[in-house]
């Protein structure tokens, strides 16, 4: 009896280890094939995949490499899984939008975007949203892209939350409505959309009535994701004591992160409060390189006040 039990626990051990065993190859195979999305700025560009070929080609659109992106995504095209193929689609249709990799193409764009549609993405129907909007690939029509639009936010998509919140608070193939436009950006914040987080900001701080408290609440939401329009707008908020304490020393460091990232406007802060030495040492000659590379950048005021100070 006590062999016979002996060799039962053995038995029923070696089964639990196969199963353990079993669990944690099918734990590496997902680990291994973790899907992945195009961000930028944490700001998602299309749907989580998981197949290989997709992977490889957001591995390489994140380092920057869009040649090897568009040679990947265009292997996963082919595949036989129509979310697969969509979300290739999806992911070809960015790159000739924004020139990424290959020359720009607004309607090749859109042809893609469409035949991921036609295949059930999400973020694709956003994607045409857009090209509705803005004329890209198509004739403009505003009805058409709040068509396409809210087939998107009812997949939730903040893309398509974003855009419609910024056609209320336009006016865009809808009436003027900031009230309706804050609850379409709130939905979008609420899935981490840091260009939502921005827009309730930039409300908060421009529609009556005015809340700086909360424009910057909002604002730093978004600055925390290297948003540098937030950025910007942290530093006037500082600059200007509205909501906070005026501090000259906090809206240089916010101008300066924001113009770091690029931002013409923020060089163009900057250059005055170093022209006027407030929140850094007084130091003309690096006001005006600022002033100049903003005037260059094509902002008016940089423009404005070069043309008044010859």
């Known amino acids: ?21 079993s669990a944690l190859d099918l734990l590496a195979t997902q680990w291994a094939f973790a899907a992945t999305r195009l961000e930028i700025q944490d700001e998602p560009l299309s749907e989580p995949q998981s197949d290989p070929a997709i992977q490889a080609g957001d591995t390489a659109f994140h380092a920057g490499d869009y040649r090897a992106a568009r040679e990947a995504y265009g292997r996963a095209a082919s595949a036989t899984a129509p979310a697969v193929r969509a979300g290739a689609l999806n992911r070809l249709g960015i790159l000739y939008e924004r020139a990424l990799g290959v020359a720009q193409d607004h309607r090749v764009a859109f042809d893609h975007f469409r035949r991921a549609a036609d295949l059930g993405n999400s973020y694709a129907q ?94 730093r939401i978004a600055a925390a994701h290297q948003h540098r329009e937030a950025q910007n707008n942290i530093g006037a908020l500082y600059e200007g004591g509205l909501g906070v304490e005026r501090d000259y020393a906090q809206a240089a460091y916010w101008y300066q992160l924001a113009s770091d990232a690029g931002l013409v406007r923020a060089r163009y802060q900057l250059a005055n409060l170093y022209l006027n030495g407030r929140g850094v040492e007084q130091d003309t000659a690096r006001g005006l390189e600022l002033m100049r590379s903003a005037a260059g950048g094509g902002d008016t005021q940089a423009q404005i006040w070069l043309a008044a100070h010859p």
């Open 1 to 21: 009896m006590q062999l016979v039990a002996a060799t039962t626990r053995w038995v029923a051990l070696g089964a639990i280890w196969l199963a353990w065993s």
């Open 126 to 219: 956003a994607n045409i949203g857009d090209c509705y909007a803005y004329g890209l690939g198509v004739r403009q029509d505003n009805a058409q892209a709040l068509k396409w639009y809210r087939s998107a936010a009812i997949q939730n998509v903040p893309p398509a939350f974003n855009a419609l919140g910024w056609a209320y608070l336009q006016g865009l193939g809808v009436p003027h409505s900031p009230s309706d436009a804050l609850l379409w950006y709130e939905r979008s914040a609420d899935l981490g959309s840091p260009n939502a987080a921005y827009e309730i900001g930039w409300i908060y701080g421009n529609v009556e009535p005015v809340n700086n408290i909360d424009a910057m609440r909002w604002y």
